[in-house]
């Protein structure tokens, strides 16, 4: 079975600082993986994803995700947080092939002035 | 392009009631998904449909029925509402796409 730990159920930083989101998944399977993100009163968009070779995704909005087999963790980077990235995130899991995609609990991001 | 439309937006109903939430893709995705949203626990898979004429169920199930109409419909029906069932409801297409959600039905059970 897979799960998806993310670790902090509420993150804030300052305009400028580094957003640094954290997830950690279990499978027992080489995972794909994905980060999307909420606004506000609507539905999940696609932040990025990882499915096989380069460990280091780019995603939109400036972010990045860095898949670290060895951890078991796909962490979710930006250098400079802007007050619109303020949102819920999630980080999720699926097997190839699979159907069923599994979501953390997310992490909310708040950004201070 | 309109993406994945749910239908209502919001809901309010007693006890007891019934009501179908309604969910249709453009996207011409193979299969839909019905989740549900509750404060710290993430996104939950209630049912899915990997293509038309199949449905299976998710983590959470009970409680839930569903219907795969055609290949752009996929209906969540509540047959007696509980309040444990006052949740955010969204409905997700793909096909070897990552998902593309709805908007969202917020639904409250009293």
Not at chain 1, 52 to 77: C, P, Y
Not at chain 2, 40 to 59: F, H, N, P, V, W
Request: proline share 4%; glycine share 8%.
């Amino acid at each position: 079975a897979q799960s998806v730990t993310q670790l902090g159920s509420h993150v804030s930083v300052s305009e400028g600082a580094l957003v640094l989101l954290r997830c950690n998944y279990s499978s027992s399977v080489p995972p794909y993986l994905f980060w999307y993100v909420q606004y506000p009163n609507q539905g999940l968009q696609l932040l990025l994803k990882y499915t096989t070779g380069a460990t280091l995704v780019k995603g939109i909005n400036g972010f990045e995700a860095e898949f670290k087999k060895s951890e078991t963790s796909f962490h979710l980077t930006k250098p400079s947080a802007h007050m619109s990235d303020a949102a819920e995130y999630f980080c999720a899991v699926k097997r190839w092939a699979a159907q069923k995609l599994v979501f953390g609990q997310g992490t909310r991001l708040t950004i201070n002035p | 392009n309109a993406g994945v439309t749910q239908t209502p937006k919001f809901q309010v109903l007693k006890t007891g009631q019934s009501m179908t939430l309604q969910c249709a893709q453009d996207m011409n995705h193979n299969s839909m998904y019905w989740y549900r949203q509750d404060p710290g626990m993430g996104l939950r898979l209630i049912y899915y449909s990997a293509s038309e004429g199949t449905t299976d169920k998710g983590e959470v199930p009970n409680g839930y029925n569903v219907s795969r109409l055609n290949k752009r419909e996929f209906s969540l029906r509540l047959e007696s509402a509980a309040p444990s069932q006052t949740s955010v409801y969204f409905c997700a297409s793909r096909s070897r796409s990552p998902l593309h959600f709805g908007n969202g039905t917020r639904l409250t059970v009293t």
